[in-house]
């Protein structure tokens, strides 16, 4: 994993050192090497940077920017299975002079133009400057584990890896795009292909773009599409066949994640993914598997027993750190560096940590994200099974009369319960629920912070929605059920731009390079055609890969709640993090910044500070924009 950089200048202004510049502001996710490529033309000044963290190919073989014929290459990222890919173009004539699957990627590009994507497993996002052609192609990997952000004003394409790459650039715009600051307040990220700045924009994942220098024209085109699978039949198959082929497929994912010539672990936490991750793999290994875990205690966080006891079954060389709340609370300044576009997830932190201690044994490390969205793992998913069809079996006229009502009378006007925890936000979710109880609404529902009338009241200017792939109807009707729609909503929402940003800079922050077996392309088109009850059976969820976890594991050892990465966001505002929020939620700081209705913001803190604790996730939403806005807009 690396970090890539470079421009198309049509104006000829940007100079190497702007490039240098560019590229070193990435040093974090490639600390042990950079290079440069510049290419004139009568059109335009091209421009590739590359920091490499070295994983393939240690020797400078796998230095880049790297060239072939009249292709150039900077590329982020991993394709596992480059030396198959390699074997088939060495019969086709290619000849190698090096172990890097950078470089097969330039000869599979040259052989198979864009169709070479569809013979990569991996993760990756690349540019390559044809100079023959003209052209520059980027791309990102289907599912969006590796991050592509590109701005196209006044004649300059710049992309880069990280957004703060970007702003280097002096012609670089620093416009708030406020309807991406609504669409972050409600879901807690900004969600692609959108960006926080004007004339920015992440590249969705199954995408790639081709710049043609010569007409100075752009366009995208998309080269794989999760509903292609879940629009698949579904499959005939007797349960135990279906266990056999999915755990023969997911052990292949997995062996291919271990693709290295560095030293590669895994993060073990107490949940079913992660064991199913080391449980395969160290079965499938005859050197102990390296196993890493945290836990902080005081701050209520700890799964480290539970892991402890799974490696030990297992035989894993493990690895456990137990971090004190100050260690926690000291990441929480240094989030605004590496997540240079408005994030919230708290679990940044703990992310952070365990990244920090697994890399001073490794420098790669296997995580188990989307288990939860391939194979129905998210307790909202029970929600919505359970009270989902409930409230739709109730008359129509009933549900509009209930909803009525509660317009009449607000949450803050029925006693007793106006002083239970999150009454308020749960009284206002039963209401839109009851208004329209569409699988839609129900999920922006368990998925939004802030709903249409919390952002008006919020931000001083009108606010519009923005499309998203929450909005997709690409789910044809005779494949639809609520789970299916849920999960490849999912897949392509919360899990790309919260879960796998989340990781990415989390790992890349201490420069280890995360992957991410799970998100193997064949897995969720093998998962989205398995019948439902294999997923979600009878209340279960996961239950394919629980059938698959209870060979290596006993059911006793595993049963127990689902925990996650939770912070005590709560407790940490109103003692820690004080300081913080009566600094960025200041009146004159929200007054000079002429982005939020003052009041709004003031009234938020101040019911928060008086008692209302379920106010405490939109202080945190509020405060992560703050600190990001005094890091990138007051200090640059």
């Known amino acids: ?64 920017p790297q060239t072939y014929q009249s292709l150039h290459i900077t590329f982020n990222g991993e394709i596992y299975n480059y030396a198959e890919i390699k074997k088939q173009l060495e019969q086709k004539g290619h000849q190698f ?102 004339d920015t924009h992440k590249l969705k994942p199954g995408h790639f773009l081709e710049l043609d220098v010569k007409s100075k024209s752009i366009h995208t085109q998309q080269y794989w599409n999760v509903y292609d699978a879940y629009n698949q039949p579904i499959l005939k198959i007797d349960l135990p066949d279906a266990i056999t082929e999915t755990e023969k497929l997911l052990t292949n994912a997995f062996q291919y994640r271990m693709v290295s010539d560095v030293p590669v672990g895994v993060f073990l936490s107490g949940g079913y993914d992660s064991a199913c991750v080391t449980a395969l793999l160290q079965a499938n290994n005859t050197e102990k598997i390296k196993t890493f875990t945290i836990g902080v205690p005081d701050a209520g966080l700890n799964e480290a027993p539970y892991a402890k006891e799974t490696a030990a079954l297992l035989g894993t060389d493990h690895t456990e750190y137990y971090c004190t709340q100050k260690e926690a609370l000291e990441i929480v300044p240094e989030l605004p560096f590496f997540y240079d576009e408005p994030f919230a997830d708290s679990s940044a932190i703990p992310t952070t940590l365990v990244s920090k201690i697994a890399r001073q044994k490794v420098t790669v ?59 308020h936000s749960r009284y206002e979710k039963v209401k839109s629920l009851f ?83 799970f998100l193997d392309h064949r897995i969720i088109e093998w998962a989205a055609k398995l019948p439902m009850e294999y997923k979600y059976n009878n209340g279960i969820k996961k239950f394919i890969i629980k059938e698959i976890v209870h060979k290596y594991i006993p059911k006793k050892m595993m049963d127990r709640p689902k925990m996650g990465f939770g912070i005590p966001i709560a407790d940490w505002l109103q003692n820690d993090l004080k300081p913080f929020v009566n600094k960025y939620l200041d009146e004159n700081f929200i007054e000079k910044q002429n982005i939020f209705n003052n009041s709004e913001i003031q009234r938020i803190r101040k019911s928060f500070y008086q008692g209302k604790s379920e106010r405490a996730e939109k202080i945190w939403y509020l405060l992560m924009f703050q600190m990001w806005y005094d890091k990138w807009i007051n200090n640059n």
């Open 365 to 423: 490390a296997l995580s188990a994200d989307a288990g939860d969205e391939i194979f129905a793992g998210y307790n909202r998913y029970d929600y919505l099974m359970k009270y989902g069809e409930r409230i739709k079996r109730i008359p129509g006229f009933m549900r509009k009369s209930a909803a009525a009502l509660m317009d009449v009378i607000p949450a803050d006007a029925i006693p007793y319960f106006n002083k239970k925890y999150l009454f």
């Open 435 to 517: 208004k329209n109880p569409t699988e839609q609404n129900i999920l922006m529902s368990l998925t939004s912070q802030m709903n249409a009338k919390d952002l008006a009241g919020l931000f001083k200017t009108a606010i519009k929605q923005i499309p998203t792939a929450f909005d997709s109807t690409e789910l044809k009707k005779e494949n639809f059920s609520t789970l299916s729609y849920m999960m490849a909503i999912d897949y392509q929402t919360y899990l790309l731009d919260d879960i796998l940003q989340k990781v990415d800079r989390a790992g890349m922050s201490v420069s280890l390079e995360g992957r991410e077996p």
């Open 97 to 198: 002079h090096s172990h890097s699957d950078t470089e097969v990627i330039l000869h599979a590009y040259a052989e198979w133009g864009s169709a070479a994507l569809q013979q990569f497993i991996g993760m990756f996002a690349f540019a390559i400057y044809d100079e023959a052609k003209q052209k520059i192609f980027a791309c990102r990997d289907r599912a969006g584990v590796k991050p592509f952000f590109y701005y196209w004003k006044n004649n300059l394409f710049l992309f880069g890896s990280e957004l703060k790459a970007l702003m280097q650039h002096p012609e670089f715009a620093k416009e708030i795009n406020t309807d991406a600051a609504a669409a972050y307040m409600q879901y807690g990220y900004v969600p692609t292909p959108h960006c926080i700045f004007k």
């Open 1 to 64: 994993m690396c970090g890539i950089s470079g421009f198309a200048d049509f104006n000829k202004r940007t100079a190497k050192e702007t490039l240098e510049k560019m590229n070193r502001i990435l040093s974090h996710r490639g600390p042990d090497g950079e290079g440069y490529g510049i290419y004139n033309n009568d059109t335009a000044a091209i421009g590739l940077g590359h920091r490499r963290l070295s994983i393939i190919d240690l020797t400078e073989g796998g230095s880049q």
